[in-house]
């Protein structure tokens, strides 16, 4: 199965090797964001919505930042087991 959005992004990274290494540097790291972004946002959506709310906690703060910071820490949330 084909994801759209991630062949666009190697088509980018391919493209760009071939003009500069600033450009094809600065590429993985949209590509690295994008791929960590995927799989936070996939995991986020797997939680199951408890009465404490942490599903809607973690993609309120996913949602609002733009920065690599939220999902990764996000990606590295264990969530509390209650006994």
Same mark, same amino acid.
């Given at each position: 199965?084909? *994801?759209?959005?991630? %062949?666009?992004?190697?088509?980018?990274?391919?493209?760009?090797?071939?003009?500069? @290494? !600033?450009? *094809?540097?600065?590429?993985? =790291?949209? &590509?690295?964001?994008?791929? =960590?972004? !995927?799989?936070?946002?996939?995991? !986020?959506?797997? =939680?199951?919505? %408890? /009465? %404490?709310?942490?599903?809607?906690?973690?993609?309120?703060?996913?949602?609002? /930042? @733009?920065?690599?910071?939220?999902?990764?820490? &996000?990606?590295? *949330?264990?969530?509390?087991?209650?006994?």
């Amino acid at each position: 199965m084909k *994801f759209v959005p991630l %062949d666009m992004m190697k088509d980018r990274v391919e493209a760009a090797k071939q003009d500069s @290494d !600033i450009a *094809f540097f600065y590429d993985l =790291l949209y &590509l690295g964001e994008m791929m =960590l972004k !995927i799989v936070v946002s996939g995991t !986020i959506a797997s =939680l199951v919505d %408890d /009465r %404490d709310r942490h599903r809607h906690d973690h993609g309120r703060v996913f949602a609002r /930042r @733009d920065a690599l910071r939220a999902p990764v820490r &996000l990606a590295a *949330f264990r969530p509390q087991v209650s006994a």
